[in-house]
């Protein structure tokens, strides 16, 4: 399906609340790739990604923007810290090692895509060797005929009915091949050795116990590999990664200089953008899958942008990225709305835990607002945390609930309102309890 910006930004908000202007901008970056892959060949190579930079504070959305983008379109994505990377010349993860981890990333996706479709094909191979290891063990412990047809009807019909799932049987599973990087930070490749050596030494096997529900994923996965034409899976994952990718760079602004006279630290964060730049231009890059070209891939870059602006980044670098979009803090406003319109609301993340243990958590309006109201205080007398502080409230608002729930009981219900929020909170000024819920 092919989404318009309206219905992006419609399908964002599901899950992200605020920040319109990042939202719209993504959806239009997004909507451009789909109208570029209707030109004309020629045409396509002249268009490239209109990369985007959103400065913010943390907490308020930057990452969920860019993860939940890919996620609906289902197109390879991979986020990287800038601060990891180094210049060349010095140890440390190379610029180049970001897009072949977008490569990895595509491989995956297009390997899982090609299994679910062949899944049901291998069903009966499958179900065929998951019986000739369940069937010696049920036959040693049954007196009488064993090797009747009705006998292993039997064990057949229980097997299929998943009562044997917690069974334990012994397999033979492949040893994965180790890989390492040569010469880190010097942009080499990784290398594979059960890839480099094929065909010339058998791959080694161990045997492992596990259970009937273990050994059918790993059976389902060698069987659906023999099915699957991994060459095919190869050059479609380096298309997808080229022509759908995106690669989002936080913490951007931690690599931007403050003087570009200064030695040090400052030469050596210009160095990391010099070396983004190509990548970002468009360029080549080996990965074990082939060649991939940069030159249409989507980076979003992000960063809060407290000490440096976005203009202390290299001249070079902010050209390829023209979009530059700004998100908000957020306020008790947007922490109400955060608490109870998304699907993944935190407050139904907790209820569900709690009802593991037959709690059932009921949050009265009331007291939302007041979570809320205290969040935005907390963020304006301490660390801005945006919406993460919400993970930290609630933490310490449900700590005796979440200690104490357990047992075997029937479901209570708790209900909180504003006034046990009220009482929650009433030490916090004098003692400052929730420092300990993060670093």
Request: aromatic share 8%; proline share 3%.
């Amino acid at each position: 399906m092919e989404y318009t910006p309206r219905e992006i930004v419609s399908e964002l908000d599901k899950y992200i609340i605020g920040q319109d202007s990042a939202k719209k901008a993504v959806a239009i970056a997004l909507r451009n790739r789909y109208r570029r892959s209707k030109l004309s060949k020629a045409m396509q190579e002249e268009i490239t990604p209109k990369n985007i930079i959103m400065k913010g504070p943390t907490g308020v959305g930057k990452t969920e923007i860019a993860r939940r983008l890919a996620k609906l379109v289902k197109a390879p994505f991979i986020k990287v810290e800038a601060t990891k990377y180094t210049e060349v010349g010095y140890v440390g993860r190379d610029v180049e090692s970001m897009v072949r981890d977008l490569v990895e990333a595509s491989f995956r996706l297009v390997k899982d895509e090609m299994t679910s479709q062949v899944v049901e094909k291998v069903k009966p191979t499958v179900d065929k060797r998951l019986f000739d290891l369940i069937y010696p063990i049920k036959r040693s412990i049954v007196d009488g005929d064993m090797d009747s047809e009705d006998f292993k009807n039997h064990i057949n019909k229980n097997l299929l009915d998943g009562k044997y799932d917690d069974d334990f049987v012994e397999l033979e599973v492949k040893e994965a091949p180790k890989s390492f990087e040569m010469m880190p930070g010097a942009g080499a490749m990784e290398i594979n050795f059960g890839d480099l050596m094929g065909g010339i030494f058998p791959q080694k096997k161990k045997k492992r116990k596990l259970t009937i529900r273990e050994a059918r994923d790993i059976l389902n996965q060698e069987e659906c590999d023999k099915v699957i034409d991994m060459d095919t899976v190869k050059s479609e994952a380096i298309r997808r990664a080229e022509q759908e990718g995106i690669i989002f760079i936080d913490e951007i602004d931690k690599i931007a200089g403050t003087n570009a006279r200064s030695s040090g630290p400052e030469v050596s964060r210009e160095g990391v953008q010099r070396d983004i730049l190509p990548i970002v231009e468009g360029c080549t890059v080996n990965t074990k899958y082939g060649i991939i070209k940069t030159d249409y891939i989507l980076f979003i870059a992000a960063g809060a942008f407290h000490v440096s602006k976005v203009e202390d980044l290299i001249p070079e670098l902010q050209g390829r990225f023209p979009i530059r979009v700004d998100l908000e803090n957020l306020t008790a406003k947007e922490f109400y709305k955060i608490l109870t319109e998304p699907k993944n609301a935190v407050t139904l993340q907790y209820q569900e835990l709690l009802k593991v243990d037959n709690v059932n958590l009921i949050f009265k309006e009331e007291a939302l607002k007041e979570i809320a109201r205290y969040t935005e205080e907390e963020n304006e007398t301490s660390e801005n945390l945006g919406a993460r502080r919400l993970h930290t409230v609630l933490e310490l608002l449900l700590e005796d609930i979440s200690y104490n729930a357990g047992g075997e009981h029937p479901m209570v219900d708790v209900v909180i309102d504003k006034k046990y929020v009220t009482d929650a909170f009433k030490n916090f000024d004098k003692n400052h309890d929730l420092r300990k819920y993060f670093l």
